[in-house]
């Protein structure tokens, strides 16, 4: 089954995609910073969640870990 289908498997690819983009933003910010706009930028907006909400994502990962650790 595809993740857009399954409403678990979109929330962590979500996840995933948010704490990706933070850690790269974190290695190389430049790259980030340069695609702002067009469909880079969609990387550049989850950096941004990622550096702005970080305990709230962190909450989530361990969320998440629990609720596929129990399945």
């Given at each position: 089954m595809s993740a857009l289908f399954n409403f678990q498997s979109l929330?962590?690819?979500i996840l995933l995609l948010i704490?990706?983009?933070t850690y790269a933003h974190q290695v190389v910010p430049a790259i980030m910073n340069r695609n702002r706009h067009g469909i880079l930028g969609?990387?550049?907006k989850a950096a941004r969640?990622?550096?702005?909400l970080?305990?709230?994502v962190s909450i989530c990962?361990?969320?998440m870990a629990f609720s596929l650790f129990t399945q």
């Amino acid at each position: 089954m595809s993740a857009l289908f399954n409403f678990q498997s979109l929330l962590l690819v979500i996840l995933l995609l948010i704490c990706t983009a933070t850690y790269a933003h974190q290695v190389v910010p430049a790259i980030m910073n340069r695609n702002r706009h067009g469909i880079l930028g969609v990387f550049w907006k989850a950096a941004r969640i990622g550096e702005r909400l970080s305990p709230y994502v962190s909450i989530c990962c361990i969320i998440m870990a629990f609720s596929l650790f129990t399945q």
